[in-house]
């Protein structure tokens, strides 16, 4: 026995890897390939390299001047030359390459036609030959012969590539003794080495290959190159002769591939299906076998050979009668890494595979032996059924003509014939095989002559060649890869031209409608060829004429036969003769190439038809047709604005013609419900707008509910963060999104980033702020990573004070924070080197002009704050000047090319998405200043906002008309389609604070193009000398109407970055926190559970009220989950439930028998509550079958099933006068059609489901979902199943056997809200009722030291914020718009903020052009505006106050009426708000607000029956939350509770996991029996209670619905049971204790 060899190669890169730039991962150390992992793990670095042995590793990655490089010879002499001397041996021989696509096997197995680059198979076969050449010389007595087959398994069907008219799929099969074989496949004998190097490329040229990204010349085959070679000894003495036959098989595998990587589709695909198919097989062979050969597997297993025709061909090959080797093509690239690894392993496995090889001396005697035996006992057969066979040919004529009926005969028949024709293969003699083969070759050049290929005279086809004296057609193609490949010959005689399919065989064949059965005749004599037609029918041309007679051809013609035959006629004699007379050719062509299109085109001017004319007189009329339909269009088009204008008009007037009416129209009566109109001034109009819009955009309410809900959550973060001493405060901030402060995209959540292009106005959110006083940083959370982060800080409070370290225990247990967290300190994160100093924006209205504009503006942070400025310079350049002044320092950068496409820009700046402009330049004075709204404060009145904003639009319109009217149209310099380049200039920074080291600058446009960054500098602060920068960076863009736009109305924004260098960095940020065990670790809570919806098409139904957030009444809720089988008693008993010891809370395991009808019950516990009145059950609705309990894949209706419900109703139970609310449901598991419910459950796996039960409740309009995930197992229909035993539990003293503690439990908190439905927004924002958590005492208060979460006060500062940055804009805007006026008007002023300093000269007018003075004096009105006063408000006169019942005022009530009629102006301010929101501001509308009709005791007039009856009833809304139980114990222990109905003393056991207290009936019992919320119990202990009571050691516990008196059973365990349940009253009690007296101290 002998294993096989495994050798492995890697080849150098090729030109995808070298494009990619990969790196090389592999390594060889003698027989060693080792291969590194490029990806990096999260905490553990880098993996470690793996390594593998083989018999042989060779590196070909490098040049062959490398000393270590393997070249094919290497390879050869290794293991071509050992398989070689084997099948010498007289054993059989295999060699087979594997790899993915391109790594290098067919390089290896086949090589190159070039020197030293020839393959394993190239190289054995010539040095076979040399060895018989010299055996040969040396002994005479022993003979050879070589035979070779050649063939390919495509797509799993076996062609023979050496047989041209085998073309057919071979069927392979098995015989016995020669295992199996591909019947029909020619096995052609060879002399010599060039007769197989012949057949070798005749077999290669056959083969299939396709181009793929990863290979161009991939193998889409297996290819299989067999060599059967035979050694006849002649032993004189014995007068015998000895045969030795080796079959030598070298195997050039397809490549598996990833149908991602190679960009496969369609027939490529279903080829890297198959090849990938057949290697899996390939692989699963390797591992049986390796199995087998290591005794880890029995030889009586199956191993799957015929699951591919590869490996049922190589089946000898593979761990039988074989010496195999197997070379192993590795790519190096990194980028291939899951590929190479996967090939390692493979042929890591490949080497224990151990193949029985034995010398196969003389085979054939005792075969053609068994297959005659085998031959007569099939005809004895035959015979016997009156069947004869004769030649092969089967003779039924002594049965009547009955035809062969049962398949036992046919198979007969069939293996007959196989056996027949074995014998015959094996019969033939040396010189019938050469005869075959000469026949075969002669087949083959018979049928390249019938298609008119050229073939040398020694018989093999080499191509494409001129011949040099017989006159040929050369074809030539629309395609010029197709041209000049196919060579027709003009024999001496006639050549007849016509389709194969004429009675008259025909000397050239074509094909196509045009040809005609006998086309023409080619007539060569004496060197001169005619061509002739056969009739008037058939088409023959010549440079471009018909021909009709008879016409000679010469060298050079071309030719045309039907309309698609296009040939050049090629004579070489005649060229030969031309040349030595040096007479040109007659119509010889001019310079222009002779090709298809050449000839077609003369074959169009010959008939009259001139295609360039043709087609410039299409394009004419194309043109006129154009422009008469564009002409008609824009008629059309002007048409129809007329008569829309002319419709609007008319609807105008009818407008003011109906409100004139409306407004002498008397007052509505009671029950009218139209709206009535009113005639407003222009004043009321503006107020009115003004107000609709504020509305709209009104959140400050919103905020101050985010800050009170969310104070809880902030103060008990601080009060831990004060505890472990962490030097971190939290504290609220608002975010608004502005040019100086973009808001980060983690702070939005989805539907703010869904909406963030709709608004008009930048989104303010409620942020945390969290100040790093030990790094000096600050960091803003959103609430939701707050509440997040919060967990872990729990979790380490908790375990700080039981003595821990105080870090996280489990990280997996918080699977849903950020990634970055994992294993860290919650309270800290981590921030770049380089923090964001501030902010600048430059315009670049100067490239307009153009002028060259130096400008220093000022660098804002995001409160507004100015921390220094820059000086950046802006011009234009012209290209006679982009060479740059290398001089003085500058720093200089490439041209960047910045393209602007006006379709994307103005749709973004349509939709809101580039950031916003300054004011005045891309929204109104109105929309800027509603963003300074500020409730309940402001500083200018509503009057003299608005005659602010009219000023505003005044003036921006005189001052600024002169400058922007002259940049309408783009300037000459900036001709749309042009190329423009202008320079930025960053030249210095100063007054930048110099906490800040090493300052550089970024900056980039808003479109979104990427940043130019600076080098860093070094600041010196505010002493020091300016920053130079000095950085040039030339931009080149292609001037569109967006790019126009841009430079009119958008900045350049610059970006100032500095290493804050007050603080070192924290360890506690940058470096891992190392894990400690703590001294108990808690097992990770199940994750809530989503109610899964109902599978149920319902039909349109009346919508349900929604809810506010006025919450009515909360209630706890347990619940009890069973599943009951069918006992052998015909009754439902619930199944066993596994509750293991450290499970968490309300988890359980249910063991289930398969094939059982099972009933799902469900039990509702809860306190006595009038509230709650259950109606029923509504739907129970079961999926979501699993295997892991986190839900990762969407609900589909196979998997969902709703259940049958069965009749559901209260339960008493005695001695308990809870609610028990009981229902059952049938469960048929099989209808899920899910093979998890369908089989047993593996060992150690639990299958998950999800359960949702919708309640209706009495006075709800909606249900009640309760959801819950369930685990279960499924065992054998007749298992025993019992619950897992514990070593505590077994030496405890048995097991909690009791009935009911088979079910598993849920806590949940139901909360009933009002419903509030049609109600307007205001409405229900009055309804709603914020609750204020600032107030809410939490675990460490009392060490915050007077600090309180900020609330009103916050907007109110975030306001004048946002008002800085505002005025901060407006100034840089101006700044910039006066520098660019002085400098047109040749006033070179700089308007940088500088020290004023006061003139002599009181004569300002007389300095101060003309302009300026008006600018002045606009400035000074508007700065005098006086503040409107009350009476200007439109009085509103009431006779009769509002009811209290919310009706309207009775007729006769006087509201007076507005005067004034509607103006123009008016008119254009009616058109921004919609009609309907002016009438809800009416003065008679503003009383008359909507009446809820859904609120207890109101009911509309108008709706239904059905619906009233419904919404009676729909009083609150139900909302059910699961309570996620906490894993922390506070105590545990058997307490005596007194209960009011009690008559004595019930001992219970009682855990305390808060804010909870669980009931149990003892210490084994697995399951919740009841609970106390102590977030709404009140805790009492006093000395007058206990000695009233006259029992010691006792305390009470107070809920809602009933009071306990609770007993410890020892003296020094009530302090340790009032600490569990509320530890502030313990340590008030121990301290009274304490001063008290020293000796009741505990």
């Known amino acids: ?654 407008m003011d013609t109906h409100t004139m009416l409306t407004a002498s129209s008397p007052p509505a009566t009671e029950g009218d419900d139209k709206l009535e109109r009113w005639c407003w001034g222009e004043h009321e109009y503006q107020l009115a707008a003004w107000a609709i819009r504020k509305w709209k955009y009104y959140r400050f309410t919103s905020i101050r509910d985010d800050l009170w809900g969310n104070a809880i959550h902030l103060k008990e973060a601080n009060a831990v963060s004060v505890e472990l001493k962490k030097k971190v405060e939290f504290q609220f901030v608002l975010l608004t999104d502005t040019l100086y402060s973009p808001l980060p995209v983690e702070l939005l959540s989805e539907k703010d980033n869904k909406d963030i292009g709709q608004r008009p106005f930048p989104r303010t959110v409620v942020a945390v702020e969290v100040q790093d006083k030990k790094n000096g940083a600050t960091h803003y959370w959103s609430i939701e990573k707050l509440k997040q982060r919060l967990e872990m800080m729990r979790e380490m409070y908790d375990n700080h004070s039981d003595g821990g370290d105080g870090l996280p225990i489990t990280p997996e247990s918080n699977g849903t924070l950020e990634n970055a967290m994992t294993c860290r300190d919650p309270f800290y ?194 002493s020091g000398p300016p920053l130079g920068f000095y950085f040039v960076q030339d931009i080149q863009v292609t001037v569109t109407k967006a790019f126009v736009d841009y430079v009119r109305t958008q900045p350049i924004m610059f970006e100032v970055f500095g290493h804050y260098q007050a603080h070192p960095l924290h360890s506690q940020s940058q470096e891992l926190t190392r894990l400690r065990p703590a001294k108990r670790s808690f097992p990770s809570s199940l994750p809530l559970a989503r109610p899964v919806p109902s599978p149920k098409q319902l039909g349109p139904c009346v919508s349900l009220p929604c809810s506010t957030s006025h919450l009515h009444s909360k209630h706890d809720i347990l619940l009890w989950i069973e599943i009951c089988e069918l006992a052998p008693s015909g009754e439902y008993i619930p199944c066993v439930v596994d509750h293991p010891n450290k499970s968490p809370p309300g988890s359980g395991c249910f063991m289930l028998h398969q094939g059982i009808q099972r009933r799902l019950a469900i039990t509702i516990v809860h306190e006595p509550a009038k509230q709650l009145e259950w109606i029923g059950i509504k739907e129970l609705v079961v999926g979501r079958i699993r295997t892991k309990l986190e839900v990762n894949e969407p609900d589909y209706e196979l998997s969902v099933l709703s259940l049958n419900l069965l009749p559901a109703g209260y339960v008493q139970y005695p001695n308990d006068d809870r609610i028990f609310f009981r229902f059952e449901a049938a469960w048929d598991s099989s209808l899920h059609n899910s093979i998890l419910l369908n089989r047993v459950t593996p060992y150690r796996e639990h299958v998950y489901l999800t359960l949702s039960a919708y309640m209706e409740l009495e006075n709800c309009g909606q249900s009640a979902c309760f959801t819950k995930d369930l685990c279960l197992q499924m065992h054998e229909r007749d298992a025993k199943i019992t619950s897992t035993r514990s070593f505590r539990n077994f030496f405890g003293g048995g097991y909690y056997k009791s009935s009911d503690c088979n079910r598993v439990s849920g806590v949940y908190e139901l909360s009933l809200k009002r419903s509030s439905e049609a109600l307007s927004p205001g409405t229900q924002r009055r309804l709603r009722k914020v609750i204020d958590t600032s107030g809410t005492y939490v675990r460490g208060e009392e060490n915050l030291k007077g600090w309180r979460p900020r609330a009103d006060s916050l907007i109110l500062d975030h306001q004048w914020e946002l008002e800085k940055i505002k005025r901060l804009e407006e100034v840089e805007k101006a700044r910039h718009t006066l520098s660019l006026k002085d400098k047109l008007s040749g006033h070179v002023k700089s308007y940088e903020r500088e020290p004023v300093v006061e003139e002599e000269d009181d004569d300002e007018d007389s300095i101060l052009p003309i302009e300026k003075q008006e600018l002045l004096t606009k400035c000074l009105k508007l700065l005098s505006l006086e503040k409107m006063q009350i009476s200007d408000l439109p009085h509103v006169q009431v006779t009769e106050t509002l009811s209290t019942d919310g009706e309207s005022p009775e007729e006769g009530g006087g509201i007076r009426d507005f005067e004034p009629c509607p103006t123009t102006q008016t008119e254009t301010l009616r058109k921004c708000v919609s009609e309907s929101d002016l009438r809800s501001l009416s003065p008679r509308m503003a009383r008359r607000l909507p009446v809820p009709t859904d609120l207890p005791g109101i009911l509309s007039q108008e709706a239904p029956d059905d619906l009233l009856s419904r919404r009676r009833r729909s009083l609150y809304i139900p909302e059910v939350e699961e309570v996620r139980i906490s894993p922390i114990i506070s105590r545990r222990g058997y307490l005596n509770f007194l209960e009011e109905k009690t008559k004595g003393w019930v001992t219970r056991y009682v855990i305390v996991r808060r804010p909870y207290v669980f009931f149990f009936k003892s210490e084994k019992d697995p399951v919740e029996r009841g609970l106390i919320n102590l977030a709404t119990a009140r805790i009492e202990y006093s000395e007058d209670q206990r000695a009233m009571i006259g029992t010691a050691n006792t305390f009470s516990v107070c809920t809602k619905y009933r009071g306990f008196l609770l007993q410890t059973v020892g003296d020094k365990d009530v302090f340790d049971w009032l600490y569990a349940f509320n530890p502030l009253l313990a340590g008030s009690i121990r301290s009274k204790i304490s001063r008290r007296s020293p000796q009741l101290a505990v």
Request: hydrophobic share 35%; charged share 25%; glycine share 6%.
């Open 829 to 1022: 994160d981590r921030f770049p080197w380089f923090r964001l100093v501030g902010r600048s924006f430059v315009y670049l209205s100067n490239l307009l002009v153009p002028i060259s504009l130096v400008q220093k503006v000022a660098i804002v942070n995001e409160r507004g704050d100015v921390q220094g400025y820059l000086r950046i310079s802006i011009q234009h350049i012209s290209p006679e000047d982009q060479a740059m002044d290398k001089s003085s320092g500058r720093k200089q950068s490439a041209v960047a090319n910045i393209t602007f496409n006006d379709k994307e820009y103005f749709n973004t700046k349509v939709t809101g998405n580039m950031k916003r402009s300054p004011t005045g330049m891309s929204q109104t004075a109105l929309s800027s200043e509603e963003l300074r709204i500020v409730e309940g404060q402001r500083e200018n009145s509503d009057h003299d906002l608005l005659e602010h904003c009219k000023d505003d639009t005044e003036n921006l319109k005189e001052n600024g008309a002169d400058l922007y009217e002259t940049f309408v149209e783009p300037p000459e310099h900036m001709k749309i389609g042009s190329k423009m380049c202008f320079r930025v200039t960053v030249l210095q920074g100063m007054g930048i604070s110099s906490e800040y080291a090493d300052i550089f600058c970024q900056f980039n446009l808003l479109h979104g193009h990427e940043a130019f960054v600076t080098e860093p500098v070094r600041n010196t602060g505010n």
């Open 1 to 654: 026995m002998s294993s096989v060899k495994v050798a492995v190669r890697v080849r150098p890169f090729n030109s995808r890897e070298k494009g990619k730039k990969s790196v090389c991962i592999i390594s060889m150390t003698g027989c060693t390939t080792t291969i590194a992992n490029p990806k990096e793990r999260s905490e553990k670095g880098k993996e470690a390299p793996k390594s593998f042995n083989f018999d042989y590793s060779y590196w070909s990655h490098s040049t062959p001047s490398d000393p270590n490089y393997a070249s094919q010879r290497k390879v050869y002499d290794d293991i071509g030359k050992e398989m070689l001397e084997h099948a010498f041996e007289g054993y059989n021989v295999c060699i087979f390459a594997y790899g993915q696509t391109g790594s290098g096997k067919s390089y290896t197995m086949m090589g190159k036609q070039e020197p030293t680059q020839e393959g394993i198979i190239p190289m054995l076969c010539e040095d076979l030959f040399n060895r018989i050449s010299d055996n040969t010389n040396n002994n005479s007595t022993t003979t050879y012969s070589v035979e070779v087959s050649y063939m390919e398994i495509y797509c799993e069907r076996v062609r023979d590539l050496l047989n041209p008219k085998n073309n057919k799929n071979l069927r392979v099969r098995e015989h016995p003794l020669l295992g199996p074989y591909v019947e029909d496949l020619s096995k052609l004998a060879v002399m010599s080495y060039n007769d197989i190097s012949d057949l070798m490329n005749e077999g290669n040229k056959a083969r299939t290959v396709a181009s793929t990204n990863m290979n161009e010349t991939s193998s889409r085959s297996h290819a299989v190159f067999t060599i059967i070679f035979t050694q006849k000894r002649y032993d004189r003495q014995t007068d015998l002769t000895t045969e030795k036959v080796s079959k030598i098989s070298l195997v050039d595998l397809a490549g598996s591939e990833r149908a991602d990587a190679t960009g496969a589709k369609g027939t490529r695909l279903k080829e890297g299906a198959n090849i990938n198919k057949s290697l899996t097989t390939l692989g699963k062979v390797i591992s049986a076998l390796a199995e087998v050969s290591s005794k880890k597997k029995k030889r009586t297993d199956f191993i799957p050979y015929r699951d591919s025709v590869l490996t049922w061909l190589l089946k000898e090959n593979l761990g039988g009668n074989s010496k195999t080797a197997m070379v192993a093509a590795l790519s190096p690239a990194d980028i291939n890494y899951d590929e190479t690894l996967s090939t390692l392993r493979y042929a890591d496995r490949a080497k224990s595979i151990m193949c029985k090889a034995v010398i196969n001396e003389d085979p054939n005697a005792k075969l053609i032996r068994d297959l005659k035996e085998e031959v007569n006992r099939l005809r004895d057969l035959l015979k016997a059924e009156g069947i004869f066979i004769d030649n092969l040919n089967v003779s039924n004529s002594n049965l009547g003509g009955r035809k062969m009926s049962t398949q036992m005969e046919q198979e007969a028949v069939e293996q007959l014939k196989a056996n027949e024709k074995l014998i015959a293969e094996l019969n033939e003699t040396w010189e019938q095989k050469l005869q075959k083969t000469d026949a075969i070759r002669q087949q083959r050049e018979e049928m390249l002559a019938e298609m008119g290929v050229a073939i040398r005279e020694d018989g093999n086809t080499v191509g494409v060649f001129s011949p040099k004296n017989t006159p040929h057609l050369v074809n030539l193609n629309e395609d010029a890869l197709m041209s000049e490949c196919l060579l027709y010959y003009i024999k001496n005689g006639t050549t007849r031209v016509g389709l194969s399919s004429a009675k008259v065989p025909q000397d050239i064949q074509l094909s196509g409608t045009s040809i005609q059965q006998q086309h023409c005749l080619f007539d060569n004599t004496d060197d001169s060829v005619l061509i002739m037609p056969i009739s008037p029918e058939c088409l023959c041309y010549v440079n471009g004429k018909l021909v009709e007679e008879p016409v000679e051809l010469y060298s050079g013609y071309r030719v045309i036969l039907g309309k698609f035959h296009v040939f050049r006629f090629n004579h070489p004699k005649q060229v030969r003769q031309q040349k030595c007379l040096k007479s040109p050719t007659i119509e010889s062509p001019s310079k222009e190439p002779v090709d298809w299109f050449f000839a077609q085109n003369e074959l169009l001017l010959k008939e009259g038809i001139n295609m360039k004319e043709e087609m410039e007189q299409r394009l004419l009329a194309l043109e006129a047709q154009m422009k008469k339909e564009k002409e008609e269009a824009d008629q059309l088009l002007e048409q129809q604005r007329l008569d829309y204008e002319s419709k609007l008009q008319a609807l105008q007037k009818q």
